[in-house]
């Protein structure tokens, strides 16, 4: 059967000389594999600009049961990232996202409010100035962890509070084990959880700070969700910003 799918490309490996396989996640069917076009005929190059880590297209699918890769027609960019693809700083942000969301939503559903927000956080990412664009992987990763349903529970937070990180609540007192954040490092998690990608941009941390951070979310969401310990693009991330 025919249908109109709207995708976020993830990941794209070789399939054979003539084609490649993306991975894509689609808001009405979760994670797919589509079939496209390699090589350097002009319909294998169209596409492949459609398909970079992050972009948004849509397409027609030929969905039948049973069939794990998709062939697919009439692939057009559904929004246009001309200044993440123009910028190689963005553009290796974009790659850290596509990578991480490939591990995180290996086994996802279908969520059109989940689809809303990685295409609404892409076009935000686009139009970043420098100072949002440095803080733009630890706000994207606390949004994310609603969607996932990880999202830390800051109700009972005050000063002096430890964050458990295993349970994901702020308590009075250190757990048993040694997942737990305190002093500073607890301020901050509640610090991320008023956020928003409007003041994003007024966070300060140095570099060092937001290795840290990016650090400790990657080891938040280990622990509750999928092993993010392999990512190649944590790496350069961090060489990036000042």
Known sequence: MLERLHCIALHTVKYSDRSNIVTVYTGGHGRMSLLMPAGNSREAVRRRAMTMPMSVFECVADIRPGRDILSVRAVRAQIVLHGIFSHPVKMTVAMFVAELLNVVLRESQGDAHLFDYLTFAMSRLDE???????????????????????????????????????DGTFR???????????????????????????????????????????????????????????????????TLFD
Request: aromatic fraction near 14%; proline fraction near 3%; charged fraction near 20%.
């Open 128 to 166: 970043a100035d420098d100072a949002a664009m440095a803080n733009f992987p630890v706000g994207f990763l606390y949004g994310l962890s609603r969607f996932v349903g990880i999202e830390p529970d800051v109700s009972d937070y005050s000063q002096g509070c430890v964050f458990d990180l295993i």
């Open 172 to 238: 009075r007192s250190a757990p048993l084990h040694g997942e737990y954040l305190e002093g500073r490092e607890a301020e901050v998690v509640y610090g991320l959880s008023r956020m928003t990608w409007e003041n994003m941009g007024r966070y300060r941390f140095n570099r060092v700070q937001r290795q840290r951070i990016l650090a400790v979310m990657l080891r938040y969401y280990t622990l509750h969700y999928a092993s993010l310990s392999s990512l190649n693009s944590v790496d350069i991330l961090k």
